[in-house]
Protein backbone atom coordinates (compact mmCIF):
# COMPACT_ATOMS: atom_id res chain seq x y z
CA UNK A 1 0.00 0.00 0.00
CA UNK A 2 3.43 2.41 1.23
CA UNK A 3 4.75 1.78 -2.50
CA UNK A 4 1.11 2.25 -4.60
CA UNK A 5 0.34 5.82 -2.71
CA UNK A 6 4.46 6.60 -3.38
CA UNK A 7 4.11 5.98 -7.39
CA UNK A 8 0.36 7.73 -7.54
CA UNK A 9 2.04 11.03 -5.92
CA UNK A 10 4.73 10.71 -8.25
CA UNK A 11 2.04 10.24 -11.52
CA UNK A 12 -0.04 13.10 -9.25
CA UNK A 13 3.08 15.41 -9.13
CA UNK A 14 3.98 14.64 -12.69
CA UNK A 15 0.43 15.71 -14.14
CA UNK A 16 0.01 18.89 -12.05
CA UNK A 17 3.21 19.63 -13.17
CA UNK A 18 2.55 19.24 -16.70
CA UNK A 19 -1.06 21.62 -16.33
CA UNK A 20 1.43 23.70 -14.62
CA UNK A 21 3.65 24.14 -17.58
CA UNK A 22 0.92 24.09 -19.72
CA UNK A 23 -0.55 27.06 -18.18
CA UNK A 24 2.54 29.06 -18.52
CA UNK A 25 2.96 28.64 -21.74
CA UNK A 26 -0.32 29.67 -22.77
CA UNK A 27 0.69 32.71 -19.99
CA UNK A 28 3.45 33.34 -21.98
CA UNK A 29 2.15 33.10 -25.29
CA UNK A 30 -1.01 35.88 -24.63
CA UNK A 31 1.75 38.11 -22.93
CA UNK A 32 3.89 38.05 -26.58
CA UNK A 33 0.04 38.36 -28.13
CA UNK A 34 -0.60 41.45 -25.78
CA UNK A 35 2.69 42.91 -26.96
CA UNK A 36 2.30 42.67 -30.65
CA UNK A 37 -1.63 43.28 -30.31
CA UNK A 38 -1.45 46.22 -33.00
CA UNK A 39 0.57 44.47 -35.57
CA UNK A 40 -1.31 42.90 -38.21
CA UNK A 41 -2.15 39.20 -37.54
CA UNK A 42 0.65 36.88 -37.22
CA UNK A 43 1.22 33.76 -35.36
CA UNK A 44 2.64 35.76 -31.98
CA UNK A 45 -0.75 37.18 -31.62
CA UNK A 46 -3.09 35.32 -33.51
CA UNK A 47 -4.74 33.46 -30.43
CA UNK A 48 -4.95 36.67 -28.41
CA UNK A 49 -6.62 38.44 -31.08
CA UNK A 50 -9.22 35.46 -31.54
CA UNK A 51 -9.74 36.03 -27.78
CA UNK A 52 -10.11 39.18 -28.26
CA UNK A 53 -12.39 38.84 -30.56
CA UNK A 54 -14.41 36.59 -28.77
CA UNK A 55 -14.55 38.84 -25.80
CA UNK A 56 -15.65 41.95 -27.71
CA UNK A 57 -18.61 40.10 -29.42
CA UNK A 58 -19.73 38.86 -25.60
CA UNK A 59 -19.48 42.55 -24.71
CA UNK A 60 -21.29 43.59 -27.41
CA UNK A 61 -24.36 41.34 -27.14
CA UNK A 62 -25.05 42.50 -23.66
CA UNK A 63 -24.74 46.16 -24.70
CA UNK A 64 -25.60 46.67 -27.56
CA UNK A 65 -28.34 49.51 -28.26
CA UNK A 66 -32.05 49.03 -28.18
CA UNK A 67 -33.52 51.98 -29.30
CA UNK A 68 -32.78 54.60 -32.55
CA UNK A 69 -31.90 56.68 -29.92
CA UNK A 70 -29.60 54.89 -27.57
CA UNK A 71 -26.04 55.82 -29.54
CA UNK A 72 -24.14 54.04 -27.30
CA UNK A 73 -21.70 51.52 -28.44
CA UNK A 74 -18.40 49.30 -26.76
CA UNK A 75 -15.17 50.63 -27.07
CA UNK A 76 -13.45 48.07 -29.83
CA UNK A 77 -9.84 46.93 -29.26
CA UNK A 78 -7.61 48.58 -32.26
CA UNK A 79 -7.58 45.39 -34.55
CA UNK A 80 -10.98 45.68 -34.32
CA UNK A 81 -12.20 49.09 -35.37
CA UNK A 82 -13.12 48.58 -38.59
CA UNK A 83 -15.27 45.69 -38.20
CA UNK A 84 -17.25 47.81 -34.79
CA UNK A 85 -17.85 50.63 -37.23
CA UNK A 86 -19.55 47.57 -39.91
CA UNK A 87 -21.33 46.30 -37.45
CA UNK A 88 -22.42 49.72 -35.62
CA UNK A 89 -23.95 51.00 -39.35
CA UNK A 90 -25.97 47.45 -39.73
CA UNK A 91 -27.28 47.60 -36.10
CA UNK A 92 -28.20 50.88 -36.81
CA UNK A 93 -29.88 50.30 -39.93
CA UNK A 94 -31.47 47.55 -38.74
CA UNK A 95 -33.08 49.77 -35.23
CA UNK A 96 -34.44 52.27 -38.00
CA UNK A 97 -35.78 49.54 -40.59
CA UNK A 98 -37.81 48.06 -37.19
CA UNK A 99 -38.70 51.43 -36.04
CA UNK A 100 -40.44 52.51 -39.35
CA UNK A 101 -42.27 49.48 -40.20
CA UNK A 102 -44.08 49.91 -36.64
CA UNK A 103 -44.55 53.58 -36.71
CA UNK A 104 -48.46 54.51 -37.42
CA UNK A 105 -49.27 56.96 -40.05
CA UNK A 106 -49.98 58.92 -37.18
CA UNK A 107 -46.45 58.77 -36.07
CA UNK A 108 -45.12 59.73 -39.30
CA UNK A 109 -47.12 62.85 -39.16
CA UNK A 110 -46.16 63.66 -35.78
CA UNK A 111 -42.48 63.11 -37.24
CA UNK A 112 -43.02 65.04 -40.49
CA UNK A 113 -44.41 68.05 -38.07
CA UNK A 114 -41.73 67.84 -35.72
CA UNK A 115 -39.33 68.50 -38.33
CA UNK A 116 -41.48 71.52 -40.14
CA UNK A 117 -41.12 72.96 -36.14
CA UNK A 118 -37.30 72.67 -35.79
CA UNK A 119 -36.40 73.83 -39.11
CA UNK A 120 -38.53 77.24 -38.06
CA UNK A 121 -38.15 77.44 -34.09
CA UNK A 122 -35.04 75.76 -33.42
CA UNK A 123 -32.09 78.51 -31.83
CA UNK A 124 -34.67 80.98 -32.63
CA UNK A 125 -37.42 80.51 -30.08
CA UNK A 126 -36.58 80.11 -26.64
CA UNK A 127 -39.67 78.11 -26.08
CA UNK A 128 -38.82 75.45 -28.44
CA UNK A 129 -35.98 73.19 -26.83
CA UNK A 130 -38.88 71.94 -24.22
CA UNK A 131 -41.34 71.39 -26.40
CA UNK A 132 -39.83 68.69 -28.76
CA UNK A 133 -40.38 66.06 -26.41
CA UNK A 134 -44.08 66.96 -26.49
CA UNK A 135 -46.78 65.53 -29.37
CA UNK A 136 -48.49 67.57 -31.10
CA UNK A 137 -52.42 68.10 -30.43
CA UNK A 138 -55.18 69.17 -33.00
CA UNK A 139 -57.01 71.13 -29.58
CA UNK A 140 -56.30 72.75 -26.76
CA UNK A 141 -60.34 73.37 -25.71
CA UNK A 142 -61.75 70.72 -23.77
CA UNK A 143 -64.34 67.98 -25.29
CA UNK A 144 -67.97 69.94 -24.40
CA UNK A 145 -66.07 73.21 -26.03
CA UNK A 146 -64.74 71.47 -29.15
CA UNK A 147 -68.40 69.61 -29.63
CA UNK A 148 -70.08 73.48 -29.21
CA UNK A 149 -67.76 75.05 -31.85
CA UNK A 150 -67.75 72.21 -34.50
CA UNK A 151 -72.10 72.28 -33.99
CA UNK A 152 -71.49 76.00 -34.35
CA UNK A 153 -69.51 76.15 -37.40
CA UNK A 154 -71.51 73.46 -38.80
CA UNK A 155 -74.74 75.33 -39.23
CA UNK A 156 -73.86 78.96 -39.43
CA UNK A 157 -70.13 78.73 -41.70
CA UNK A 158 -69.96 75.20 -43.35
CA UNK A 159 -67.48 76.58 -45.88
CA UNK A 160 -64.91 77.30 -42.97
CA UNK A 161 -63.96 73.22 -43.50
CA UNK A 162 -62.90 71.41 -40.74
CA UNK A 163 -60.74 72.48 -38.19
CA UNK A 164 -57.36 71.45 -38.13
CA UNK A 165 -56.68 73.05 -34.70
CA UNK A 166 -57.99 75.06 -32.39
CA UNK A 167 -57.15 77.33 -28.85
CA UNK A 168 -58.14 79.43 -26.13
CA UNK A 169 -56.49 82.76 -26.49
CA UNK A 170 -56.30 86.57 -25.30
CA UNK A 171 -57.18 89.26 -27.59
CA UNK A 172 -56.17 92.87 -26.76
CA UNK A 173 -57.75 95.45 -28.56
CA UNK A 174 -55.34 98.22 -30.27
CA UNK A 175 -56.44 100.80 -28.84
CA UNK A 176 -56.62 100.74 -24.82
CA UNK A 177 -55.26 97.23 -24.75
CA UNK A 178 -58.35 95.54 -23.12
CA UNK A 179 -58.22 92.10 -23.09
CA UNK A 180 -60.86 89.56 -24.47
CA UNK A 181 -60.98 85.89 -24.22
CA UNK A 182 -61.66 84.26 -27.52
CA UNK A 183 -61.03 80.71 -29.72
CA UNK A 184 -58.83 81.11 -32.69
CA UNK A 185 -59.63 78.08 -35.13
CA UNK A 186 -57.46 77.18 -37.80
CA UNK A 187 -59.12 75.62 -40.35
CA UNK A 188 -57.67 74.42 -44.35
CA UNK A 189 -58.59 77.61 -45.92
CA UNK A 190 -57.98 79.97 -42.84
CA UNK A 191 -58.06 81.19 -39.18
CA UNK A 192 -61.38 82.05 -37.40
CA UNK A 193 -61.97 83.97 -34.06
CA UNK A 194 -65.05 82.88 -31.89
CA UNK A 195 -66.24 84.60 -29.43
CA UNK A 196 -66.05 81.96 -25.86
CA UNK A 197 -68.79 80.52 -24.79
CA UNK A 198 -70.90 82.04 -27.31
CA UNK A 199 -68.86 80.75 -30.22
CA UNK A 200 -69.61 83.78 -32.30
CA UNK A 201 -67.79 84.34 -35.54
CA UNK A 202 -65.87 87.96 -34.63
CA UNK A 203 -63.45 87.59 -37.14
CA UNK A 204 -62.44 85.42 -40.57
CA UNK A 205 -58.89 85.57 -42.18
CA UNK A 206 -58.26 83.28 -45.30
CA UNK A 207 -54.80 82.69 -45.34
CA UNK A 208 -54.18 84.24 -48.43
CA UNK A 209 -55.21 87.83 -47.19
CA UNK A 210 -52.31 87.05 -44.18
CA UNK A 211 -49.44 88.88 -44.56
CA UNK A 212 -47.01 87.20 -41.74
CA UNK A 213 -47.54 85.62 -38.58
CA UNK A 214 -44.84 87.15 -36.03
CA UNK A 215 -44.09 85.76 -32.66
CA UNK A 216 -40.82 86.66 -30.64
CA UNK A 217 -38.07 84.75 -29.33
CA UNK A 218 -38.78 84.70 -25.81
CA UNK A 219 -41.44 82.61 -24.22
CA UNK A 220 -44.23 85.09 -24.07
CA UNK A 221 -46.85 83.27 -25.73
CA UNK A 222 -47.76 86.05 -27.66
CA UNK A 223 -48.94 85.95 -31.73
CA UNK A 224 -49.09 88.86 -34.26
CA UNK A 225 -51.01 88.23 -37.04
CA UNK A 226 -50.45 90.96 -40.01
CA UNK A 227 -53.17 91.69 -42.10
CA UNK A 228 -52.77 93.69 -45.78
CA UNK A 229 -53.10 98.03 -45.60
CA UNK A 230 -55.61 98.05 -48.33
CA UNK A 231 -58.29 96.44 -46.74
CA UNK A 232 -59.91 99.12 -44.90
CA UNK A 233 -62.36 96.58 -43.29
CA UNK A 234 -59.75 94.61 -41.98
CA UNK A 235 -57.57 95.54 -38.76
CA UNK A 236 -53.94 96.02 -39.82
CA UNK A 237 -52.86 93.21 -37.10
CA UNK A 238 -54.69 91.79 -34.03
Not at 178 to 200: D, F, Q
Request: proline letters at 6%.
Amino acid sequence: VTTIAKHWRRVAAQRYAERYRAAAAVVRKFIIGFKNRNKPKCPENVNFLEFVRINFLKTLARQLPRNVLDHSWPTPPPALTEASNMLRLLHQRSMVRAYVRKMTPEKKLQLSLKVTASERFRNCKEAYPPSVAAPFVGTRLSDSEQDAMKRNLAVKFPESGPVKYATNCVKYDRHGYKSRSRIIAITNKGCLVLETGSYKLKEQHLFEHISEVVVSSLTDGIVVIRLPTDDKNSRVSW
